[in-house]
């Protein structure tokens, strides 16, 4: 081989070289890159289920700060229609589901009738959505459900539907988050469920009234990403720690009390819009598992320890038992933020790993790509920023709205 050749064959490698490294380094990376989403022909309307389908039940913050109990009739935009129930019979900061132990479901029925009809004015009231109440309840532990929609499973690898404990107390649906410039912050919309009892069989389920309302899960994508096991989800390893942090659970201001809860599911409609963008959009009944059968594999799990949080372990729920503080969450559909490293992420990180001397200490080649990918996706400020509102919506279950606090 000629001098000439190996100099043309150097400066060529050297060209790719340094091609590949500014590909890797100084390429900006998208802010906009985005997951897929299949989005539904037409747009969400949000109303409220006749009564003959369902009892629509929720709280407002009276002016002496107690809980106000409300039968909802109608909703607007601005304002939600519903009936002071303390003037018949109702006591105020009652849990929801015992609104149902004092007045008869009749006159539940009656008043929405009534309300709904010509008479309408002189018995409801117009509340805006800001003086809502959390229908999540006073509950401080919860149970998450990760993957359980076929196209979020995919676009985050993973390849069952799990379960976890996620703590903390529901906050009400006008509302914020806080903002932490070393967190990857990321939304998800959901149904949850509770029930008016302790659930400790099927049976139990079974027989128990079933209320639903929307809620959101924050995750805290870079806590996730530093304690997950990639090889098993279920092991439950960072799901709570990013899932339990102060504001993280979102609760819509209704509870939906349905006659049949199976086609309920089925049918409602929930979606996500960041600013106004759509970025998540699906009905119940696209869940892998439904509520039945998510309650089965809850109380299956009941025993194991593997769940870590803050440093101690815990079991997904206590005494065998799902109780009635706990809200059961479905689980989000497909178009969350969070995108796995590309190529080019890891690429990155393994370049870094070897410049910066990492492998030399106890740092593994995993640690220094997630780090990298972290730096990098903090850097391009794909995930949620301050000012930004993330809003929730369904098809009877009301709206959320959150605002990103700095």
């Known amino acids: 081989m000629t ?17 590949f490294l500014f590909w890797i380094f100084a390429l900006n990376d998208d802010p906009d890159r985005l997951n897929p989403i299949s989005l539904e022909a037409g747009t969400l309307s949000s109303g409220v289920l006749p009564i003959e389908q369902a ?29 002071d129930l303390t003037g018949h019979g109702v006591s105020a900061d009652l849990d929801l589901f015992k609104i149902l132990e004092e007045v008869p479901e009749a006159e539940l029925v009656a008043l929405y009738s009534k309300a709904v009809g010509e008479a309408g004015r002189t018995v409801t009231q117009g509340y805006p959505l800001s003086q809502f109440l959390p229908a999540a309840g006073k509950g401080h532990r919860h149970i998450g459900s990760g993957t359980n929609f076929p196209e979020h499973a995919e676009e985050t690898t993973s390849s069952s539907v799990f379960s976890f404990p996620k703590f903390g107390v529901a906050t009400p649906p006008v509302t914020s988050v806080a903002y932490d410039p070393e967190v990857l912050l990321d939304y998800e919309v959901e149904i949850c469920a509770r029930f008016d009892r302790d659930i400790a069989s099927l049976a139990d389920f079974e027989a128990a009234r079933k209320g639903f309302f929307l809620c959101g899960d924050f995750t805290d994508r870079s806590t996730l990403l530093k304690m997950i096991d990639t090889d098993n989800f279920d092991s439950g390893s960072g799901f709570s720690d990013a899932k339990s942090g102060p504001g993280y659970l979102p609760s819509g201001p209704f509870l ?40 089965e594999k809850v109380l299956d799990d009941s025993v194991s320890t593997r769940f870590l949080y803050q440093g101690d372990r815990y079991q997904l729920i206590e005494d065998a038992v799902v109780s009635t503080g706990q809200v059961l969450m479905s689980g989000t559909p497909e178009g969350v933020i ?3 490293p590309s190529p080019r992420h890891m690429a990155r990180g393994v370049i870094r790993h070897v ?22 996706e903090l850097a391009a400020k794909r995930f949620l920023q301050p000012g930004q509102v993330v809003t929730y919506a369904s098809a009877s279950m009301g709206t959320i709205s959150i605002t990103v606090r700095r």
């Open 338 to 340: 969070f995108m796995p």
């Open 3 to 19: 001098e000439v050749m190996m100099k043309r064959i150097a400066v060529t490698a050297g060209a790719i070289c340094a091609g």
């Open 55 to 83: 009892i629509t039940l929720g709280q407002v913050k009276g002016e002496d700060g107690r809980a106000v109990p409300v039968l909802i009739t109608g909703l607007s935009e601005t304002t939600v229609t519903a009936v």
């Open 355 to 376: 410049v910066t001397g990492a492998f030399v200490g106890q740092a593994s080649g995993y640690d220094s790509v997630i780090a990298s990918f972290i730096q990098d």
């Open 256 to 295: 939906v009390i349905p006659v049949d809860w199976r086609s309920f599911v089925a049918q409602e409609r929930i979606e996500t819009r960041l600013d106004g963008a759509l970025r998540q959009d699906a009905r119940g009944g696209q869940m892998i598992l439904d509520f039945g059968q998510l309650v």
